[in-house]
């Protein structure tokens, strides 16, 4: 399976196609070990990475400074230092990484940074209360994307994920139901909630 991935992404490469990988690790699928030495050797053929605070601990065993993600203590400055670390060891042009501060199992304080090499860009920090948070990570891996294919800047492109991954919380399911302008709207601070006629 490693092999026809492997060919794949040096396929996509060679032709030019931007690769993106989100680590999305999952202890019931595989231990860390098998995680670090699959994801290892695929990611040297890979533009994007996208992770949430774990994923690199838990895939390639990087751990932030000064940063519980079980505690929910974030330091951003950790995380620069971090996505720095995987850009030199695998040559990505961008790093993601979500950022999930934890209250409760409902509750929530929601952000993400983006590294490019040179700067990092560390998007608005929003309050989210979790109806599901089931895709959230998948709506802010399209929503930058989905930014950068429109030609929006690395500080735009952040804020419209960082919107889509919000609004997911409040959608029950695996997939957002949100349009263009609510994201547009709440990335651009419009998230009163008042009912819109």
Same mark, same amino acid.
């Given at each position: 399976?490693?092999?026809?991935?492997?060919?794949?992404?040096?396929?996509?490469?060679?032709?030019?196609?931007?690769?993106?990988?989100?680590?999305?690790?999952?202890?019931?699928?595989?231990?860390?070990?098998?995680?670090?030495?699959?994801?290892?050797?695929?990611?040297?053929?890979?533009?994007?990475?996208?992770?949430?605070?774990?994923?690199?601990?838990?895939?390639?065993?990087?751990?932030?400074?000064?940063?519980?993600?079980?505690?929910?203590?974030?330091?951003?400055?950790?995380?620069?230092?971090?996505?720095?670390?995987?850009?030199?060891?695998?040559?990505?042009?961008?790093?993601?990484?979500?950022?999930?501060?934890?209250?409760?199992?409902?509750?929530?304080?929601?952000?993400?940074?983006?590294?490019?090499?040179?700067?990092?860009?560390?998007? /608005?920090?929003?309050?989210?209360?979790?109806?599901?948070? %089931?895709?959230?990570?998948? *709506? @802010? =891996?399209? #929503?930058?994307?989905? &930014?950068?294919?429109?030609?929006?800047?690395?500080?735009?492109?952040?804020?419209?994920?960082?919107?889509?991954?919000?609004?997911?919380? /409040?959608?029950?399911?695996?997939?957002?139901?949100?349009? %263009?302008?609510?994201?547009? *709207? @709440? =990335?651009? #601070?419009?998230?009163? &909630?008042?009912?819109?006629?």
């Amino acid at each position: 399976m490693t092999e026809l991935l492997q060919e794949g992404l040096e396929t996509a490469n060679k032709l030019g196609i931007k690769v993106s990988v989100d680590l999305n690790y999952r202890k019931k699928l595989w231990g860390e070990k098998d995680a670090r030495s699959c994801m290892t050797a695929l990611m040297p053929n890979v533009n994007v990475l996208f992770g949430n605070g774990e994923d690199p601990i838990r895939v390639f065993g990087l751990t932030p400074k000064d940063s519980d993600v079980e505690k929910g203590r974030i330091n951003v400055e950790g995380y620069k230092e971090l996505e720095k670390s995987l850009i030199e060891q695998f040559g990505f042009e961008k790093v993601a990484i979500t950022l999930r501060e934890s209250i409760s199992a409902s509750e929530n304080f929601w952000s993400a940074v983006l590294y490019d090499g040179q700067k990092l860009y560390q998007g /608005s920090r929003h309050h989210v209360w979790i109806v599901d948070r %089931v895709g959230t990570g998948d *709506a @802010f =891996a399209a #929503g930058l994307i989905y &930014g950068f294919l429109k030609g929006k800047n690395e500080t735009d492109a952040l804020s419209f994920a960082i919107a889509a991954a919000c609004l997911k919380h /409040s959608v029950l399911g695996d997939f957002s139901l949100a349009t %263009v302008e609510e994201v547009e *709207a @709440f =990335a651009e #601070g419009k998230t009163t &909630g008042r009912v819109q006629r």
